[in-house]
């Protein structure tokens, strides 16, 4: 029950900061402010489309993209979670929470509230839920290349175990043909 309590956080921390940055940063600060030297500055931005601002004016086709992937993931979720497998957990739950954010945004003001930049090098202009995915999805890439088979055992070898026996299965008339043969080898000696 717990992943569920942290999922329920993260999107109020995130939905959070979309408030301060709509009412103090943009209202109160003109949009822009400095923050962390130049490592991070924090700029208001409204994106209509997905990460990057790629696909701009997209906000139906995100929303049901959006809802159809966090369908998917809750699923994936309440299956595994079961197995108490933590990096697994955290992972998916951070990227729900993400996906949540970002879905609460687009469908209440038709964009999300982008505001975090780095200072030091070009990056696009991102927010805590998009954070929240990006961390949840390394985080999984992680589980599945280094922990899935230690904590998923099975799958992997009924494949091998179907391998096996494919190499094995000879059909009744090559086997006939073989045992012919062998007589055929033993008759002339």
Do not use: C
Request: net charge negative.
């Amino acid at each position: 029950m717990w992943i569920y309590l942290v999922m329920v956080l993260l999107v109020a921390a995130d939905q959070a900061i979309k408030y301060w940055a709509r009412n103090v940063l943009l209202l109160k600060m003109g949009g822009q402010s400095p923050f962390l030297g130049r490592f991070l500055d924090l700029y208001y931005a409204e994106n209509t489309g997905a990460a990057f601002s790629i696909f701009r004016n997209g906000t139906v086709f995100f929303i049901i993209v959006t809802a159809v992937f966090l369908i998917v993931l809750a699923y994936v979720l309440v299956r595994v979670r079961k197995r108490k497998i933590a990096l697994l957990n955290t992972a998916l739950a951070m990227i729900i929470a993400g996906g949540i954010g970002n879905l609460i945004d687009r469908v209440s003001q038709g964009y999300v509230i982008d505001m975090f930049h780095f200072g030091f090098f070009e990056f696009p202009i991102f927010n805590f839920a998009d954070t929240l995915i990006t961390i949840g999805a390394v985080l999984l890439f992680v589980f599945v290349l280094f922990f899935y088979e230690k904590h998923f055992p099975g799958k992997k070898k009924k494949e091998e175990e179907a391998e096996i026996a494919d190499a094995e299965f000879v059909p009744a008339d090559e086997e006939t043909d073989e045992e012919e043969k062998q007589d055929g080898v033993e008759s002339d000696e």
